[in-house]
């Protein structure tokens, strides 16, 4: 790869939630932005700009990874998955996502997108965590509203009930 | 809270790496997991003019043992690892410190070597090679050099590293038969930043206690074998040495006090699991 101009703008095409998509980048934006202003989804949400919260949490090459601090131009050529991944074509949410509404798991939602694709990661590593585990794994994330205690119920209950 | 504009170049290898940083000159950065640079780029504690980015040079990912410890190349990320199947057994200090560093979320883009280039006082990778008596390779365009833990980080955010050089490998000893291992850490949250950590080290012999997040870069200390007041002693006299600072977190003097209290524990442990 070339030495890429700070000043331009340089082609980032990448496929996300399974579409080749293609946007501009200069070296400094951040993915979570590129995500967001550049292609135009909306769960990348951006909380605290520095790794802290949690909110824009994306997968990238199945890998969890804070939007914020990847840059666009290190995703060229990756496949990235967000939220938007979740739920069918049709607008079914998936079995998670409908454990999350069931128990309460969340509230103002800001946090949301970014749990829901740690947890995607994350269960497939440990299909079956200890409520201990499952807590340790959701302190990388900030969550406001809830206290936790809905999206813990939510994701035991998705762990032992799930069929998907 | 979005970085300063910057030049981007992506290497497949430690020579494409150390060429360009020779080119870039002294604002020229690498960047791996981006963990910790990321962050700074973000609130402009950093401004290079340019950033290498490492982290798919594959010839850098790895973890191999050589004689007697565990090599780890400077794209490997913590997950890594932390997953490597002889973790427990080569580097049982390193398999209890790991649930402390960070979070599962920071772990899977984070490096081992981005973190001991980074250098923070309180974190928990520089720690462990401390204490251990572990090494950093560095490499420039004009050669290589190999720096003992103890040379390597001079202080708070600060390291040996010279302008054109890189971290390309640490290397972590690995267990000696006769020796117990333990880790523990006070945040105050899990996978903040430690108020304290300690690591300690005992065969039959001697003890080895190595502390973070008090004084400015990790601090080891070794007694021979120490029992009740004696090493409660040996704990305080450390704890004064370290000369801690209050800060939003904790005071001096809660510092000290878990020097003594968690010192204590943690050698305790570390006696109890020698093999």
């Given amino acids: 790869m070339p030495q890429l101009n700070k000043d331009a703008r340089h082609s980032v095409t990448l496929t996300l939630n399974g579409d080749e998509v293609t946007g501009y980048a200069e070296p400094r934006m951040l993915l979570s932005d590129f995500l967001t202003h550049e292609i135009g989804i909306t769960s990348c949400h951006v909380g605290c700009e520095h790794g802290v919260c949690g909110a824009c949490t994306v997968l990238v090459d199945g890998t969890v990874m804070r939007g914020c601090l990847t840059l666009a131009v290190q995703a060229e050529g990756s496949t990235v998955e967000t939220a938007e991944n979740l739920a069918s074509d049709e607008g079914e949410l998936s079995e998670l996502q409908q454990a999350f509404k069931k128990h309460h798991g969340l509230q103002c939602g800001y946090c949301t997108p970014g749990i829901l694709m740690s947890l995607t990661a994350y269960l497939k590593e440990n299909p079956k965590p200890t409520e201990e585990e499952l807590r340790d794994m959701l302190s990388g994330h900030l969550c406001r509203c809830t206290g936790y205690v809905g999206m813990v119920k939510a994701v035991l209950d998705y762990c032992e009930n799930r069929t998907d | ?275």
């Fill in chain 2, 1 to 275: 809270m979005k970085p300063k504009a910057f030049d981007y170049l992506k290497v497949s290898s430690a020579e494409e790496a150390v060429a360009a940083l020779a080119q870039g000159g002294e604002d020229a950065r690498i960047i791996a997991g981006g963990l910790s640079l990321m962050p700074m780029l973000n609130f402009r504690l950093a401004e290079p003019s340019i950033l290498i980015d490492i982290s798919k040079a594959d010839s850098l990912n790895y973890i191999r043992e050589t004689a007697g410890m565990v090599e780890i190349g400077a794209a490997t990320r913590q997950a890594d690892l932390m997953r490597w199947d002889g973790l427990e057994s080569k580097l049982p200090l390193l398999n209890a410190a790991f649930p402390y560093i960070g979070h599962y979320q920071t772990r899977t883009k984070g490096t081992v070597c981005g973190s001991l280039s980074h250098a923070d006082p309180s974190s928990e990778l520089p720690l462990c090679l401390a204490v251990l008596g572990g090494e950093v390779d560095l490499q420039s365009a004009s050669g290589k050099r190999t720096l003992s833990a103890a040379d390597f980080q001079t202080g708070m955010l600060s390291t040996a590293k010279q302008t054109g050089e890189m971290v390309v490998a640490a290397r972590y000893p690995t267990a000696k038969a006769g020796e117990g291992y333990a880790f523990t850490e006070m945040a105050q949250r899990r996978g903040d930043f430690a108020i304290v950590a300690l690591a300690a080290i005992a065969d039959a012999n001697k003890i080895k206690l190595g502390i973070g997040g008090v004084a400015d870069k990790p601090t080891v200390r070794e007694w021979d074998i120490l029992e009740g007041e004696a090493l409660d002693d040996a704990l305080n006299e450390f704890a004064w040495d370290l000369g801690g600072y209050d800060d939003i977190h904790a005071t001096a003097r809660y510092r000290r006090e878990l020097v003594r209290r968690l010192g204590r524990r943690v050698i305790e442990e570390a006696k109890s699991c020698r093999s």
